[in-house]
């Protein structure tokens, strides 16, 4: 496996007059040959563009939208499933809560309330528990639908937190979407997962752990199973990977996979909120049939967005990122991956 990048030097007037050069790295995923460019350079105009998190803002926006907000009552006036799909109508896991989205967006659109009776916008007050409950519901959804429909097998299921990651309601959530049409970038990384295992006789994703481990800089470290690391060439900004090595879908994760998986993205959400971008996403890629560990490792995958302010700017769905694919980066992932490993 080859972590491959080339260097470029760019050189310009500023206003003052003088001679200045920047450097840029390209680097490409051996897997899906995404390039991620990293100028660390971008730092000064992120700086001025974006600003920093108003937390005032977000500590009024916590007391305002919890007086109305339909997840902190979900239990007793949330959506019900149809009883011939789930006959108790919700189901409940721990502290999270599953119903269905009232928007939906395919056969079985569902909304896991990580924690129906704690209305917080601080990912650091999320406890790692309950990330797991809600990481728990998600694969029981995903059982269920397949129990239920047979063709229903192909799912994703993730979390938007905040206003600039795309959140409509603040009370943090999952979202689970299970459909009979699969998803194009879950269907990518498992073709590709697949070859590269008949190419090369090996499981990328172990191999990856492996090269990872070795190198240091970008590794993280486990929460039980779940091996954790920066993304060598991020798609997104400060972009983490979770990794389930030998298991390949969300339908056969057990309680301690749901555990490992809710203690890790509890770091890397305070992190980020130490960092002061609050908001981020997170989305599993899961395999659609149970046994595909040989070749595929249920993951999760973060990143941070902007800053919560009254007035965001979302610098990070600029038409590169968003239509053609290869983001720009300010920072290096051996940056943020030094900060983050204490937590680990």
């Known amino acids: 496996m080859k972590l491959d990048s080339i260097v470029e030097r760019t050189t310009l007037i500023d206003p003052s007059g003088r001679l200045a050069e920047q450097v840029i790295e390209h680097r ?44 902190c009552s979900a239990a007793e006036k949330g959506t019900r499933f149809p009883p ?9 896991v721990g502290s999270s809560l599953a119903m269905p989205n009232l928007f939906s967006k395919c056969t079985f659109d569902s909304v896991v ?18 990330f797991a409950s809600a990481v728990r519901a998600s694969a029981e959804l995903v059982r269920r639908a397949r129990a239920h429909d047979p063709a229903q097998v192909h799912h994703v299921a993730g979390m938007n937190f905040l ?12 979202q689970v979407q299970i459909r009979s049409v699969p998803y194009s ?15 090369s006789g090996r499981d990328y994703w172990s191999e990856l752990v492996e090269v990872e481990k ?5 590794y993280l470290g486990r929460t039980g199973a779940v091996e954790w690391l ?10 983490i990977v979770g990794l389930l090595p030998g298991v390949g879908s969300l339908s056969e994760i057990d309680d301690g996979g749901a555990a490992a998986f809710g203690a890790g993205i509890q770091k890397v959400a305070a992190f980020y909120e130490e960092s002061g971008t609050h908001p981020f996403n997170f989305a599993f890629f899961s395999a659609p049939e149970p046994g595909g560990g040989r070749s595929f490792a249920l993951q999760v995958r973060m990143c941070s967005r902007p800053a919560l302010r009254r007035l965001f700017s979302n610098y990070d769905t600029w038409f590169t ?24």
């Open 214 to 218: 070795a190198a240091g800089a970008r």
């Open 28 to 71: 490409t995923d051996p897997l899906t040959g995404t390039v991620a460019s990293i100028n660390t350079a971008l730092g000064e105009k992120a700086r001025a563009f974006v600003g920093s998190a108003d937390l005032e803002l977000l500590r009024e926006l916590q007391e305002e939208s919890r007086t109305a907000c339909p997840f």
């Open 321 to 344: 990122p968003k239509l053609i694919g290869d983001d720009v980066h300010l920072e290096a992932p051996e940056s943020w991956a030094a900060r983050l490993r204490a937590r680990w």
């Open 230 to 239: 920066a993304a060598f060439a991020p798609g997104h900004q400060r972009e």
């Open 185 to 199: 970038g879950v269907s990518r990384l498992l073709r590709r997962s697949a070859a590269y295992r008949e190419s």
């Open 113 to 130: 309330i990580i924690d129906h009776a704690r209305h917080v916008l601080l990912p650091s007050q999320i406890p790692s528990e309950s």
């Open 163 to 174: 206003q600039p990651a795309g959140s409509s309601v603040p009370h943090p959530h999952f």
């Open 84 to 92: 011939e799909f789930v006959k108790e109508g919700q189901i409940r």
